[in-house]
């Protein structure tokens, strides 16, 4: 799946890579954001707390301007649908420290009735100062916001959450974990 990436993706799997020692999760501190040139404004850094939570630290400026705000110390987790919220609290940290790559694809619903359909590539980091586990995301290029006819309940009276549509694993060298891949169900109508 990596020659498939887009290029962004390709160049952060390959600063990820250069900054590992043997093939385990690289450091934080070996790991720097800004060699991410012209791309840190669309990075996100996100923080474990605990398996299934996962805060988000930094966000760049085009990130923070997506969102409509600036979502650090927010739960990740909590800010997407049920189900994908279910299966990610199992199984994310697993795979992301296997260590996997994960691609995900989500459609950003909006309160007043628009979406983005956006992707995004998720790489492990480890902090071995404060020893937590960590998150680099790089969200892609988007499309312009849609607008729909209904609008979609939005939890929490946020202005925005996700709908993850799909969790794809990418190969970094040390195979893909035996767990089920993550595609949302679409109910027939």
Known sequence: ML?????????????????RTGQGVPTRERFDPMSLRGLVARVHLLEFEEQDKLIFRLSGANE??????NPKGEDYL????APAR?????????MLFHPTGLVFTTEEIHADGSRITTRFI???LRD????????IALVSEKGPKQHLQATFPVPRDR????????VET????NGIPDIPVYKREVPSS
Do not use: C, F, S
């Open 64 to 69: 923070q301007a997506r969102l409509g705000e």
């Open 86 to 94: 279910a299966y990610l609290g199992r199984n994310m940290h697993n």
């Open 122 to 124: 998720a790489l492990p």
């Open 128 to 135: 071995t100062r404060r020893g937590r586990d960590q998150v």
């Open 170 to 173: 990418v190969d970094l060298g």
């Open 159 to 166: 202005e925005w959450h996700d709908e993850v549509i799909a």
């Open 3 to 19: 020659q498939a990436l887009e290029e962004e993706y390709r160049h952060l799997i390959g600063l990820w890579k250069g900054a």
């Open 78 to 81: 909590a800010l997407v649908d």
